[in-house]
């Protein structure tokens, strides 16, 4: 097979795995909030709770990755991925009463943590080393084009928000089925065996990387639960449907992140992407019934979330180029804990106060991570993952200007 085809291929499915994973599973929630939070009769703060057991379940599976990912390799995580958001939203489809849909939101929710991590491995395995960052950056587009999937069902009309979640379903057990054909090359690498120890993810460098995923998860899990809310109590009935659909167009832009990198370096680009999170969380706070405000709200925040993956992506690449895997879990772990205190912390706040209070504050702690930047260096990386493996199997040593 042409090694550019195989490439192509294997980001295909990873972008449709991961669009699975995060666009439906894990954020699909937060599309038809209003709607579920209507037909259970539940409070806002009772409707973060149960946003917030998607990212439960994200965490659990990511524990999981962790332990096995150098014993199993990529592919039985990246179905395990599959499995659980095909079972978990089958399971918010039947759902009577809210337990069943706590139940059904954390195990679709466990799909995004069993998905990203092993992509690491994979493109490692599979992928030329000068063509790693530009696919790493690639593939959490996929949550984009699922958004605007999601987005453009909804506004069409067609059907309920049970209709749409079986929808997710069948596309889950297709995306499944692909990349269980395309991973089925990949394997446990024996050098990544029984070698974790607490020093290796407390490394250099590791503080400021874990900050920031800590913040984005927080900001990330309190918009995509509650913008929509937000927007549908101050505008018309389609707004918060226009919004989630403009979010998904906006992220696909960020397929290309890997070139701003490239150019900017990830400190810079890093600086760039938070400002426009906080920027745009709170228009939203601001201005939730203004379509001006709205428009560049989703435009703003659909480009940078989906480039911050990218991002961590590629600096955890960069952080821990020896256990891409291993490293990339801790990473996504500190994003995990944020996601799960988010809607329910923000949720409580936002029955004492208002979601646009809580907004608010989201985009405050978007703007206060501007500082947490990557600042590693080529020389400093060479010597962290020297006693680890040969030099010439080190690879994304970019400096990070």
Not at 116 to 135: C, K, M, N, T
Not at 210 to 216: F, G
Not at 227 to 243: K, N, P, Q
Request: charged share 10%; hydrophobic share 55%.
């Amino acid at each position: 097979m042409n090694a550019g085809s195989a490439e192509w291929r294997l980001g295909g499915a990873a972008i449709a795995m991961i669009g699975v994973s995060y666009g439906f599973a894990r954020y699909g929630y937060g599309l038809f909030e209003p709607q579920i939070r209507e037909v259970f009769g539940l409070s806002v703060g009772a409707s973060g709770a149960i946003a917030s057991g998607a990212y439960l379940g994200y965490a659990l599976a990511l524990g999981a990755v962790g332990m096995l990912a150098d014993r199993l390799g990529p592919r039985p995580l990246v179905i395990a991925a599959g499995v659980s958001a095909a079972l978990g939203m089958a399971l918010v489809v039947l759902a009577e009463q809210p337990w069943q849909l706590l139940a059904g939101v954390t195990v679709a929710g466990a799909s995004s943590g069993f998905a990203w991590s092993p992509y690491s491995d994979a493109v490692d395995q599979l992928v030329a080393p000068a063509r790693r960052p530009a696919l790493l950056a690639a593939i959490p587009s996929g949550t984009a084009f699922a958004i605007t999937a999601a987005g453009g069902l909804a506004l069409s009309g067609v059907g309920t928000w049970r209709g749409a979640w079986t929808a997710f379903c069948g596309i889950a057990v297709l995306a499944t089925a692909c990349n269980a054909w395309l991973l089925r090359g990949t394997k446990p690498a024996p050098r990544m065996a029984g070698r974790t120890s607490l020093r290796f993810f407390l490394r250099p460098g590791t503080a400021a990387l874990y900050s920031t995923a800590l913040s984005y998860g927080v900001v990330g899990a309190v918009y995509w639960t509650f913008a929509v809310a937000a927007i549908s109590g101050a505008a018309e009935a389609t707004a918060g449907l226009v919004f989630w659909t403009l979010l998904g167009i906006a992220g696909i832009t960020a397929i290309g992140a890997g070139r701003v990198f490239a150019r900017l370096g990830l400190r810079r680009s890093h600086a760039l992407l938070f400002s426009a999170l906080g920027v745009a969380t709170a228009l939203i706070a601001a201005a939730p019934g203004w379509w001006p405000a709205i428009g560049i709200s989703a435009i703003a925040y659909g480009f940078a979330f989906m480039a911050t993956s990218g991002l961590l992506a590629v600096w955890s690449y960069r952080v821990f180029p020896d256990r891409p895997a291993v490293g990339f879990t801790a990473t996504v772990l500190f994003l995990g804990v944020g996601a799960i205190i988010g809607p329910v912390l923000f949720g409580a706040l936002a029955d004492l106060w208002s979601l646009r209070a809580v907004l608010l504050l989201a985009a405050a702690v978007a703007m206060a991570t501007l500082g947490a930047g990557p600042r590693r260096t080529a020389a400093l990386i060479h010597r962290q993952v020297a006693e680890h493996q040969p030099e010439q199997n080190v690879p994304g040593r970019e400096a990070e200007r």
